[in-house]
Each structure stands twice: as structure tokens, then as C-alpha cells.
T-cell receptor, first 115, second 116 residues
Framework: QQQVKQSPQSLIVQKGGIPIINCAYENTAFDYFPWYQQFPGKGPALLIAIRPDVSEKKEGRFTISFNKSAKQFSLHIMDSQPGDSATYFCAASWGWREGTYKYIFGTGTRLKVLA | NAGVMQNPRHLVRRRGQEARLRCSPMKGHSHVYWYRQLPEEGLKFMVYLQKENIIDESGMPKERFSAEFPKEGPSILRIQQVVRGDSAAYFC??????????????FGPGTRLTVT
């Protein structure tokens, strides 16, 4: 199945909280899972990504947790700040043909961090 | 190293006119992807190109839409005879060649098309 299911659709947390955004997939051919951050009026920016041979990856305040058997992965934002308020998209990629890769995006989560 | 460039950033067209959207990939990148984003929705894949080749256009409407990535110059997404339903943000992404990093896609700022 070429689909990535993302939840929740929107999320509100207090400053310092840890918002968690979840994504689930079916296709075991997916082998790269990035997260993108998008501010209003801007293009998506690559935030952090993980391969399925790793269960967790941290970059600054952002952590991806990956559960290969459950076919789920999630983004955690530690010590969230109002500046983190944005829309977050998960994606899954697979080697479509030799040297070529395609993405399927989740539907996005609108995060609001209250000051 | 400049990022992915797109122009124009905003484009207003009347129904029936043509829209041309341009994308210059990051330096050294040879793969270009076009996506469409409707308000409050996710990114929908349209077309994937390499220099002078369309690799996959399965997400692009069969009529009125075309894309190219010439040997020289930017990639162009062309929408002929625009209709109100074409109003959306169109994003271009690029990725580097080679197997080790070709899976990374970097997005431009987008072109917001409004059809009146």
C-alpha cells in the first residue's frame, strides 16, 4: 500500500511540553523516513530522517522513534518552544528504480506551542 | 550553496490563461520533483524529472499539465488553460545524484498560483 497515515491532525501543547506525532505505513519496501517542518507561506524543510535499521535518532530537540515490526514511526519534540509552531509532515521513500527514489507524504500535523 | 529556487513566488492568472512555473535545483542536484499542495492539505506528487528525461509523471493530470527539465536552464511546470481548481501552492524539490543521498529531497519556497 502506497500510503502513510499521520496523526493527530492538529496538536496544541504548552511551552516545554513534548508533542508526539505518529505515522504508520504498510509497504515494507519503504527504506527512508524523513520528517519535514513547514511554516506558513514557506516550503517544507527537511528536519530529521531515519533508516529502518535504526530504532531511534536524535538531532537537537528532535527525536525519531522507529518501530519496524509495527511499521510505525514518530517524531518527538523535546522542550517545545513557540517557534516550533508549524505543520509537520512525515514521509516514506523507496528505491523506485535504480538510482531513483519517490516519496509518499503524510497528511500533516499542525502543531501549536503556547507560550 | 543556494537552495532550490522557484519563481515566481506568486502568480495570478485568469481562467483560460497559461501558467509557467520555474524551478532551479540546488547546485549539483540532477533530480527534480514537482508537488502540489492545496490549502490545509499535504503534498501530492506530480512529476519526477532528470535532465532531459521525465522519469515518472503518474501524479500529473493527463491534460493541460506538462513538465520539462532541459539540459540547460530551470525545470518548467506548465499549466495550460488554467481553471479555478488549479489554484494551489506548487513546490519543487531536488535531490543529488548517486545512491547514497539521492533519497534526500530539498524543497523550494513554492509558487502560489491563484486563478481568478
Amino acid at each position: 500500500q502506497q500510503q502513510v497515515k499521520q496523526s493527530p491532525q492538529s496538536l496544541i501543547v504548552q511551552k516545554g511540553g513534548i508533542p508526539i506525532i505518529n505515522c504508520a505505513y504498510e509497504n515494507t519496501a519503504f527504506d527512508y523516513f524523513p520528517w519535514y517542518q513547514q511554516f506558513p507561506g514557506k516550503g517544507p524543510a527537511l528536519l530529521i530522517a531515519i533508516r529502518p535499521d535504526v530504532s531511534e535518532k536524535k538531532e537537537g530537540r528532535f527525536t525519531i522513534s522507529f518501530n519496524k515490526s509495527a511499521k510505525q514511526f514518530s517524531l518527538h519534540i523535546m522542550d517545545s518552544q513557540p517557534g516550533d509552531s508549524a505543520t509537520y509532515f512525515c514521509a516514506a521513500s523507496w528505491g523506485w528504480r535504480e538510482g531513483t527514489y519517490k516519496y509518499i507524504f503524510g497528511t500533516g500535523t499542525r502543531l501549536k506551542v503556547l507560550a | 550553496n543556494a537552495g532550490v529556487m522557484q519563481n515566481p513566488r506568486h502568480l495570478v492568472r485568469r481562467r483560460g490563461q497559461e501558467a509557467r512555473l520555474r524551478c532551479s535545483p540546488m547546485k549539483g542536484h540532477s533530480h527534480v520533483y514537482w508537488y502540489r499542495q492545496l490549502p490545509e492539505e499535504g503534498l501530492k506528487f506530480m512529476v519526477y524529472l532528470q535532465k532531459e528525461n521525465i522519469i515518472d509523471e503518474s501524479g500529473m493530470p493527463k491534460e493541460r499539465f506538462s513538465a520539462e527539465f532541459p539540459k540547460e536552464g530551470p525545470s518548467i511546470l506548465r499549466i495550460q488553460q488554467v481553471v479555478r481548481g488549479d489554484s494551489a501552492a506548487y513546490f519543487c524539490a531536488s535531490s543529488p545524484p548517486g545512491r547514497t543521498r539521492a533519497y534526500e529531497q530539498y524543497f523550494g519556497p513554492g509558487t502560489r498560483l491563484t486563478v481568478t
